[in-house]
């Protein structure tokens, strides 16, 4: 019962997904059922947010997670997610094709905004697969690929993990810098570091840039079925809808790295410790979202599977990632809801070396720290 | 001031992009799969060409934490 439960808890976005796909094929207001789910679970997430639990392990110290449960469920939201988009062209061609018959638009709105929001929750499973050396890493790149961002697989593995908390990393948020600002900003570092990765590679080879090994490239091209697929469903309706979907879903994408490590530093050539991410992790956030909001455990033991991941008593928010999305989506709010908390981490967490730069972010920023008064 | 350089540089690519592909009416053929394929291939082609100005444009500089 207990292994039962255990992996169970971690199917509420294959199901949500499901159902969001159920409602685009049904049409009319069933298209909504997707941006409908998105406010439940900001409900659950808030009304949860005091209840925080360690990671089940039997008295042994065996893990109750089942690899090859939790891996075929992963591997499956690819199809999943194919699906979806396949659901909203359909939708999207059958207003295209009948000129606002069949479909109105405020249904048409529904599925694309449906869609772009399940879609980029879809990025926990192509982060957790980033992490797998083996097929999971392809998987990864083409569940990417559909939000147009296969980039990341590399990015995250070879320069958030190992230049977090530093300049070097384009993905952790800098003290002052707001969401909307950082969305931009890492996505396009992180598909920089991919296109100069492969850049220095071609040059090393002695081979043009343009070829078939580079990955940044191929990357790309793994997005081209479904930029195809839009554009015949409907032509612009289509483009429009593929650019709602991968801006939505990349800027869910780049709030989850807003939010797991606003304002954090690490001094260059230090080790990644826990301090140097913000959990989240009351129960709904954690099943959610399979245990993505451990972050200080993950950065520190990132092939970990994410059942094992734990509580290790790092810098934490104490709320949700739905409701601190909703903070982050106001910047005024947020700054002043963090600095308490980079205050805490300053005094508490920070090596000497960090809270002198932290101070340097203080004097730029001219941020009004508790500390100063 | 050097993101917002890249993005005019954006901007005016995909601006031109859109103009040939209207003045050759490729919106009246997007239901044909065959041009649909490579309309789609031009579209990723003008997606990957402007992630490349604003990488020379902008270069490491919106990346720096202390300007």
Known sequence: ?373 | MKTLYGIAGMTLWTSLVALVLYLFNAHDYYNHFGWAVLFGFILLIAHVVNMVIYFNIAGKEPYKWFK
């Open chain 1, 1 to 373: 019962m207990r292994i039962f439960s255990v992996n169970a808890r971690y199917l509420i976005v294959p199901i949500m997904s499901l159902l969001t796909i159920g409602g685009i094929l049904l049409g009319d207001t069933y298209t909504w059922l997707g941006v409908i789910l998105f406010g439940v679970c900001t409900v659950a997430d808030i009304a949860t947010r005091n209840i925080h639990r360690r990671a089940d392990f039997a008295p042994d110290g065996r893990s109750y997670g089942v690899k090859y449960f939790q891996y075929g469920v992963m591997y499956f939201m690819l199809p999943v997610f194919i699906t979806l988009q396949l659901a909203l062209a359909w939708q999207i061609h059958k207003y295209a094709s009948s000129a606002s018959e069949a479909v109105s638009v405020m249904s048409l709105i529904g599925a694309t905004l449906s869609a772009a929001l399940w879609a980029g929750l879809g990025i926990i499973y192509g982060h957790e697969l980033s992490h797998n050396k083996k097929e999971g890493f392809f998987v990864s790149r083409l569940i990417m690929a559909l939000s147009g961002a296969s980039h990341f697989t590399y990015a995250h593995v070879y320069n958030h993990h190992l230049d977090l908390g530093h300049e070097d990393d384009p993905a952790t948020a800098p003290r002052g810098r707001n969401v909307y600002a950082h969305a931009w900003h890492s996505h396009m570092g992180q598909s920089h570091y991919s296109y100069d990765m492969e850049a220095k590679k071609a040059k090393r080879q002695q081979k043009s840039f343009i070829n078939l090994n580079n990955r940044w490239l191929v990357g790309y091209l793994f997005s081209l079925p479904t930029l195809v697929l839009f554009i015949w469903a409907g032509g612009l309706w289509g483009i429009a809808a593929i650019l709602i979907i991968w801006g939505i879903s990349n800027f869910l994408l780049e709030a989850l790295n807003f939010m797991g490590h606003y304002g954090l530093i690490r001094e260059e050539g230090k080790p990644v410790e826990h301090r140097h991410s913000w959990d989240n992790d009351n129960i709904f956030t954690s099943w959610f979202f399979i245990e993505i909001g451990r972050q200080c455990d993950h950065h520190v033991r990132g092939e970990t599977y994410f059942w094992e991941l734990d509580d290790v008593k790092g810098p934490n928010y104490g709320i949700g990632y739905f409701q601190l999305f909703l903070y982050i989506l106001v910047p005024p709010f947020f700054r002043k809801f963090v600095q308490v908390h980079l205050d805490h981490w300053d005094q508490n967490y920070a090596t000497e070396a960090e809270r002198n730069i932290a101070q340097e972010f203080n004097r730029h920023a001219k941020l009004e720290t508790h500390l100063a008064r």
